[in-house]
């Protein structure tokens, strides 16, 4: 597999230039095409108040979103050209209010998505699950941008979560093209004699297959010290000086909404590096 199209998520323009500083550094390192997105959401309706807004309200955010996405695409396009990136724009005027339905669309015929980690809250009309849905329901690996920080040239080293699950597996063939790119890899096992599936050099037949890909690949068995294992990989990524983390996503639906699970959420809420999810 090789990335070929890159999507980003286009809709936190407060951080647009970390967003394009990561999409734009890995399409130029995969000679990919890609695709900028920015979706300009149906208002959304609530059946209460819809008597007491007039009209003219939502003209306005109309507009309101049509100007923003013209500053985003201006500054996407320059970023791309300046860069000499295979580019796109794209603009959808959604028929739904969820800014994570039309993302997942795109994401579908998308190698890789990259997206801003969610603030917690809705912002510029993003809805608070955005990241839990577009990881998991649109079938490709995500990659999660900090809210702090600059990350040019992320991936030069790389620790990736693993415990010989089917998640982790995913993630690990997932980000593959990623992998063979990065200088070094560090395949970590959070307190692998816990784990009934442990071997006896925890995650070295996995170094093996990946060496296979030319990735350059190493088991590493990691103690947490009683602390939770999305907090021991940050801990780890500390250590090792690594700059992007990749792991296999955990969660489950509830009431028609998607909920992490315990390492992953940690992970979504307090990353330091860019993040690859997949599921």
Known sequence: MTLKTILVSLNDPERLDALLEVAGGLALQHDAHLAGLFVIPAMRVYPVVTLHVPPEFFETQRRAFEEQAEEVRRRFEDHCERNMIRHEWRLEHSMSPLVADTVIAHALRSDLVVASQPSGEEIADIESDFAERIVMESGRPVLF???MGSFAGA????????????????????????????????????????????????????????????VNAVAEEVVSGGIGVGEALL???ADTGAD???????GHSRLREYVFGGATQHLMDHMTVPVIFSH
């Open 145 to 147: 941008v900090p809210r």
């Open 155 to 214: 991936g030069r080293e790389i620790v990736c979560g693993w415990n010989a699950t089917r998640e982790a597996a995913r993630a690990v063939y997932d980000a593959l093209p990623v992998l063979q790119k990065a200088e070094k890899v560090h395949l970590a096992w959070v307190d692998p004699m816990k784990d009934e599936g442990a071997e006896d050099l925890p995650g070295a037949d996995m170094a093996a297959a990946l060496a296979r890909h030319d």
């Open 244 to 250: 992007m983390l990749v792991i296999g996503a955990w």
């Open 235 to 237: 801990n780890h990524v």
